[in-house]
């Protein structure tokens, strides 16, 4: 599970307060749900960013291309 959260980008802090949350036991899955719904929103937006930065540069490659 430490793996999972690291390789998700949590940081050690995150990552300790969610096991902790986890050792405390199903009241704690609003919480956990939360953490994870944050992260998961933050890996969105830097998709979103690389995919424009994508497009800019595709852009940029076929203006060369066209003005040979």
Do not use: C, P
């Not at 939360?34 to 852009?59: C, F, G, P, T, V």
Request: aromatic share 6%; proline share 0%; net charge positive.
């Amino acid at each position: 599970m430490i793996r999972a959260l690291h390789d998700m980008g949590f940081t050690s802090l995150e990552v300790e307060t969610y096991m902790k949350l986890l050792l405390a036991g199903a009241s704690t899955k609003w919480e956990r749900m939360k953490m994870l719904n944050e992260k998961r929103s933050q890996a969105l937006d830097e998709i979103h960013l690389k995919e424009r930065q994508l497009e800019r540069m595709d852009y940029l490659r076929n203006d060369i291309r066209n003005n040979k």
